[in-house]
T-cell receptor, first 114, second 113 residues
Framework: GQQLNQSPQSMFIQEGEDVSMNCTSS?????WLWYKQDPGEGPVLLIA?????ELTSNGRLTAQFGITRKDSFLNISASIPSDVGIYFCAGQLGLSGNTGKLIFGQGTTLQVKP | DTGVSQDPRHKITKRGQNVTFRCDPI?????LYWYRQTLGQGPEFLTYFQNEAQLEKSRLLSDRFSAERPKGSFSTLEIQRTEQGDSAMYLC???????????FGSGTRLTVV
């Protein structure tokens, strides 16, 4: 089945530093999504990417949909303590109107030292 | 509307017992999804509904699991004869058809002892 390999598995950084994480797949996806999950809560959507090569920003977050459609990265600039959490990439195979099933990566745990 | 609601938030049950979880999606969303998440892993797809029709089931959903969405609104996920391996967070999500990046609920944490 499809698998997403997310790296790094965990990061421990100083407040104010920039962060980068990425996700690769052996399969082509038509949509890439990035979610953040806090302990005991469900994932919250951060950024959605719909076209190969697309670069999208949401505040201090920037994500790109790889040209090959098999990878994506997420950057967080000037990290702050509330950035702490687990970040998941997710790929969606279908086009609009399809099942919408998501395949998730294993997550990147981010810890920020004040 | 305050988002996707799941009940209960936590459930502890003895092995062999049956449990049922409820999910109330965002009211205008016609698609509803169930995922399971174990510690240290990303969510894994279990099943999804479009309105009241269950359109896809993962092979993770053994015959002890059943999901329903009888009127196309709320959904229930039942696990019969629970096993310790069923211990996980069960997440529900909803979306409008054709929209990406659906909204997740806070999940039901199941512990089988």
């Amino acid at each position: 089945g499809q698998q997403l390999n997310q790296s790094p598995q965990s990061m421990f950084i100083q407040e104010g530093e920039d962060v980068s994480m990425n996700c690769t797949s052996s399969s082509i996806f038509n949509t890439w999504l990035w979610y953040k999950q806090d302990p005991g809560e469900g994932p919250v959507l951060l950024i959605a990417l719909y076209k190969a090569g697309e670069l999208t920003s949401n505040g201090r977050l920037t994500a790109q949909f790889g040209i090959t459609r098999k990878d994506s990265f997420l950057n967080i600039s000037a990290s702050i303590p509330s950035d702490v959490g687990i970040y998941f990439c997710a790929g969606q195979l279908g086009l609009s109107g399809n099942t919408g099933k998501l395949i998730f990566g294993q997550g990147t745990t981010l810890q920020v030292k004040p | 509307d305050t988002g996707v609601s799941q009940d209960p938030r936590h459930k502890i049950t003895k092995r062999g017992q049956n449990v049922t979880f409820r999910c109330d999606p965002i009211s205008e969303h016609n698609r509803l999804y169930w995922y399971r998440q174990t510690l240290g892993q990303g969510p894994e797809f279990l099943t999804y509904f479009q309105n009241e029709a269950q359109l896809e089931k993962s092979r993770l959903l053994s015959d002890r699991f059943s999901a329903e969405r009888p009127k196309g609104s709320f959904s229930t996920l039942e696990i019969q004869r629970t096993e310790q391996g069923d211990s996980a967070m069960y997440l529900c999500a909803s979306s409008e058809q054709g929209r990406y990046g659906y909204t997740f609920g806070s999940g039901t944490r199941l512990t089988v002892v």
